[in-house]
Each structure stands twice: as C-alpha cells, then as structure tokens.
C-alpha cells in the first residue's frame, strides 16, 4: 500500500545561487512550491512518485527590479511559463545518502537531471505528524533550459553565470 507525503511549505526552502560578475553569488528562492511523494515504505528507498513544481511568479531574489527581469521574456517568461517542474524517475539510496534522478522542466525545455540527497531521518512532531527531512543540491546550465539571456562588461566580465547551484531543504508530511 502506497504512503503519500506532501511538502511542510513552512518548514521547507528552495533556492538558487547564480554567479554575478563571477566575483559574487546571488541567491533567490521560489516561495511557493509543492512536493508529492509516494513509497512503499517509510524509508523512501521504495520512492515511486517524486513531483515537484514551482511557482515562476514567487521568485525572490530581494530585489524587486531583479525578479521583474527574471520573470520577463528574457529569462523565464513567465507570462507563458508558469511553472517549473521536475518529476522524479529514479531513487537511489545508500543510507543517508542518495540521488535523485528525474526531468526537469524550464520554459518549455525537459532535461534529465541528477540531484543529490541527504536523508536526514523521521520523527514524529508535537502534534503527532510523521515528518521526513531532506537536504537537495545540484547543478544545471541555464542556457540548456533557454535561459539566454547574457551581458558583458566594458571590461569583459560576464554578468550571470551559466551555472546554476540548486539547493532545497525539505521538510515532507505523511498523510493519513
């Protein structure tokens, strides 16, 4: 019998990290997502169905100029693309450590891609809820993903980075 769980948004982050003048990192975080994952036991070494999405309107980067351009047409589009997705294929795990194999989906381009993941355990909370803690990272090229958008200094310098360092701590709810 298969067990669901649902993200803790209140207790969960996603965020990016993007060079800037590759002298400085930039971090952003989409504020609202959603995670669904079913296994078949509580361990996750059975995870069967990982889907995730992102909402490309709550993108923060504590700069309200900034994420107006990442919301254009330069970047996401958002007007046409309103979410990112990944949707989880493979699950690999070996004690706390693990990785995570599916598709991610930006502006309409699909690309497989390898996370990796730290298990951090289940505890039962206060209020009798079981929760499951996750720590996942990884890299993709924006470019791959249409992505475009590029500027250079007078002096040479790329302005943002191709590389993107992906990074999430999840927090997941068992459901009754």
Excluded at 8 to 17: G, L, T, V
Aim: net charge negative.
């Amino acid at each position: 019998m298969a067990i669901s769980w649902k993200i803790d948004p209140a207790h969960s982050e996603i965020q990016f990290k993007v060079k800037h003048l590759m002298i400085t990192t930039v971090t952003g975080y989409f504020r609202n997502f959603d995670l669904e994952v079913e296994t078949q036991t509580e361990d996750f070494s059975s995870a069967s169905r990982i889907e995730f999405t992102a909402e490309i309107d709550s993108i923060d980067t504590n700069n309200a100029q900034r994420d107006a351009h990442l919301k254009s047409a330069d970047f996401f589009d958002s007007e046409n693309n309103k979410q990112i997705k990944f949707v989880g294929k493979e699950f690999n795990a070996d004690g706390d450590k693990a990785n995570l194999k599916g598709d991610l989906t930006i502006r309409g381009t699909t690309k497989p891609i390898t996370l990796n993941v730290e298990y951090g355990g289940i505890v039962v909370d206060p209020y009798g809820q079981t929760k499951a803690g996750f720590t996942v990272n990884g890299k993709i090229s924006r470019k791959e993903y249409g992505l475009t958008w590029s500027a250079v200094t007078e002096a040479g310098q790329v302005v943002v980075s191709d590389e993107i360092r992906l990074l999430a701590e999840i927090q997941l709810i068992k459901q009754a």
